[in-house]
């Protein structure tokens, strides 16, 4: 079955930004002058997503706005003569149909995915973390879309981490299908190193068939008062095959500064209209460190 639908959660506080997300949503921070979460739909029309939905919160008004019409500022620039700009201020609110709901309570990243149940109904669908910019030749969940149409089950997209990083990560464990694909047998929520069951960790991208609907209803909200989507995907496992994909590509945490002052950067050194001054002021830079 297509996979025509994609969730992005964007409900969470974005306190690893603060001051700067206390009244803005952290995932409108631009890099260089386009806001995370752009990246991110624009990978999923990429990759022929038809329609997405956006699970938002308090405070978030400035995702929808920026996904609409705004007919005074199109009237404005075009009253000025700024056709590159109108171009792409009309290009933004039509590029995909946006849906939005409200995560009206923080319980979690597998709550917030249940919350798009009546949405997408019966049929396979994406899930994207806003936080999670993939550049790469081919979109990233296109890559992991011809996995899931060859073996007709939830794939999820991984890469491989230090150590010492596990932490920050699920982590699966699993047996080689092919070079880059796994067939997995567990996955853990941020383990320790020491007790990780490998150093494949996953990234905030996930095709799921329908049932992870039913598994999240089963996991419940655990002791910290959250729903896991790990938890879930541990159930969904005791049901159906579910694939690890190691995709090709540049990964951006762009909800750490560190990823997010790496994506800035690099994404500018790409840009044909940026990467020539500005690789010659870093080398300027570089001189007086």
């Known amino acids: 079955m297509k996979v025509r639908k994609a969730v992005i959660p964007a409900a ?42 956006l699970v938002t919160g308090r405070g978030k008004d400035a995702i929808e706005n920026h996904f609409d ?22 290009a933004i609110a039509s590029m995909v149909e946006v849906t939005y709901v ?6 979690g990243l597998g709550h917030a ?16 973390l806003g936080d999670d910019i993939v550049v790469a030749p081919e979109p990233c969940i296109g890559q992991m879309l011809r996995v899931f149409e060859a ?22 464990a699993g047996e080689a299908v092919d070079d880059r694909t ?7 929520e941020k383990p320790a190193p020491e007790k990780a069951p490998s150093t494949t960790a996953v990234i905030g991208r996930y095709l799921f068939t329908p049932e992870i ?18 938890s879930a995907i541990q159930g969904l ?25 790496e994506a800035t950067v690099e994404t500018a050194l790409a840009r044909e209209d940026l990467g020539g001054p500005f690789r010659e002021y870093l080398k300027r830079l570089a001189k007086t460190l």
């Open 12 to 53: 969470g506080l974005g306190t690893r930004f603060l001051p700067a997300t206390k009244a803005s949503p952290k995932e409108m921070l631009p890099v260089v002058d386009k806001p995370v979460i752009q990246y991110v739909v624009e990978e999923a029309v990429a990759a022929g997503i038809e329609s997405v939905l």
């Open 69 to 90: 019409v705004s007919a005074e500022l199109e009237a404005f620039l075009e009253s000025r003569g700024k056709r590159e700009e109108l171009a792409q201020v009309r």
């Open 102 to 107: 409200r995560q009206k309570e923080a319980l």
């Open 113 to 128: 995915v249940l919350c798009a149940r009546t949405w997408a109904g019966r049929e396979p669908f994406a899930v994207f």
């Open 151 to 172: 073996r007709g089950a939830s794939v999820l997209g991984v890469m491989e981490v230090a150590r010492d990083q596990t932490r920050k990560y699920g982590i699966v």
């Open 182 to 188: 796994l067939r997995i047998t567990g996955i853990v």
């Open 213 to 230: 609907f039913d598994e999240l209803e089963r996991t419940g909200a655990d002791g910290s008062g959250e729903i896991q989507l790990t």
């Open 237 to 261: 496992l005791r049901r159906q095959s579910v694939y690890a994909y190691r995709f090709e590509g540049r990964r951006y945490d762009a909800g750490d500064k560190q990823g997010f002052l």
